[in-house]
């Protein structure tokens, strides 16, 4: 088995890149935004079928065992595991399963509700202790949805702000609701 790659990205098709290392070209499925002509290290994880052998690489483990945890999920192929990681963070995904936000999760193409639903049920457990501490970020459950339901509300998208959501919660873990959307607006507008 290919446990990681590192050599220099010498295409980037839709979805994969081809690897060059040691005068070979792996095509490695990724998520990772990369760039031609750079060298890169991945984590490969190898998917073997009846009839294909696909290698799929991640920047970090934590992404590498996030890919593992949802392809475990009845339903979710690597295909739909590495569009599910195509659209949404690793670090936003793992929020997202341990605090329940199927609507994030949805927001990923070829994801609906039920699939969400069922991705949150069989990973909570597994993720949300191990990766979070929610008593850390200070209510982070009860603040977090309400945060971005308001933002929502406002016209933005999930996908555009849950990140920088989950920041200001974490930092401000004692503040509502009422005093985190002006923050989050003033962080927006600043982003501009």
Known sequence: MIGKLQGIVDYI??????????????K????EYLTPKSTVALWIETVVREDSIRLFGFST????????????V??????????IMGAISTDTLM????????KTITAAPGVGKK??????????????GATLNLGDVGGASGALPDLLAALESLGYRRLDIVDMAQKLVSENPNADVSKLVPMALKEISGNK
Not at 61 to 72: P, R
Not at 95 to 102: F, K, L, N, V
Not at 117 to 128: A, D, R, T
């Open 13 to 26: 098709g839709d979805g994969f890149i081809i690897l060059m290392t040691g005068g070979v070209g792996y």
């Open 28 to 31: 490695v499925f990724t998520p």
């Open 61 to 72: 483990i934590a992404a590498q065992n996030l890919f593992n945890q949802l392809t475990a």
């Open 74 to 83: 009845s339903g979710v192929g690597p295909k739909l595991a590495m569009a």
């Open 95 to 102: 929020t997202a399963i341990a605090t329940g936000d199927a």
């Open 115 to 128: 699939v969400a639903e069922k991705i949150i049920v069989e990973l909570k457990s597994k993720i949300g």
